[in-house]
T-cell receptor, first 115, second 115 residues
Framework: DTGVSQNPRHKITKRGQNVTFRCDPI?????LYWYRQTLGQGPEFLTY????????KSRLLSDRFSAERPKGSFSTLEIQRTEQGDSAMYLC?????????????FGPGTRLTVT | AQSVSQHNHHVILSEAASLELGCNYS??????LFWYVQYPGQHLQLLLK??????LVKGIKGFEAEFIKSKFSFNLRKPSVQWSDTAEYFC?????????????FGKGTMLLVSP
């Protein structure tokens, strides 16, 4: 399967613990996005990388959240001191630059449950 | 900032009925428009997109959408739905010329097609 992959698919953690998610984009894609989706809502943008540079972060991304894409390939999203409000599906998407527009391909997501 | 409104949160249809899902966006500039679909247990998949040119775009599985600039709308249509079209449908927009392609999604419409 050459699509976007995310690990783990499910994560249950206790409040206050740190969690880290991984995203492997489609190999030739230079852009990588993280979104968060809660029940009854569409995905909401969190942050965006072009190659290894993090170019944009949403105001939704508190100081407890950090994302990296060290070699311009896979990316990690870490949440420190998790809170129950962090429970959501975390989606990763990747794309390749095509001028003014590109198509984002989404992974299956990591479902986080904070107890 | 852009926003997206999807008119119906839930739609129930019988097989062979016609489908139209409404989507309106709010943004003062030029946009790219997308419909994504999420089948039960699967990840988000691109159904169709509009970047420029003919405002009537055709996607996969017999879906089409029409961009009406004056109405800021991008409604999704299918003449005859099938049970396999049961899924959640998301309209999304990004701003052209913004330098990157962050998507803003609507809240989604859950479509249930009864056999």
């Amino acid at each position: 399967d050459t699509g976007v992959s995310q690990n783990p698919r499910h994560k249950i953690t206790k409040r206050g613990q740190n969690v880290t998610f991984r995203c492997d984009p489609i190999s030739e894609h230079n852009r990588l996005y993280w979104y968060r989706q809660t029940l009854g809502q569409g995905p909401e943008f969190l942050t965006y990388f072009q190659n290894e540079a993090q170019l944009e972060k949403s105001r939704l991304l508190s100081d407890r959240f950090s994302a990296e894409r060290p070699k311009g390939s896979f990316s990690t999203l870490e949440i420190q001191r998790t809170e129950q409000g962090d429970s959501a599906m975390y989606l990763c998407a990747s794309s390749i630059t095509l001028g003014e527009a590109d198509e984002q391909y989404f992974g299956p997501g990591t479902r986080l449950t904070v107890t | 900032a852009q926003s997206v409104s999807q008119h119906n949160h839930h739609v129930i249809l019988s097989e062979a009925a016609s489908l139209e899902l409404g989507c309106n966006y709010s943004y003062g500039g030029t946009v790219n428009l997308f419909w994504y679909v999420q089948y039960p247990g699967q990840h988000l998949q691109l159904l169709l997109k509009y970047f420029s040119g003919d405002p009537l775009v055709k996607g996969i599985k017999g879906f089409e959408a029409e961009f009406i600039k004056s109405k800021f709308s991008f409604n999704l249509r299918k003449p005859s739905v099938q049970w396999s079209d049961t899924a959640e449908y998301f309209c999304a927009v990004n701003a052209r010329g913004s330098g990157y392609s962050t998507l803003t999604f609507g809240k989604g419409t859950m479509l249930l097609v009864s056999p």
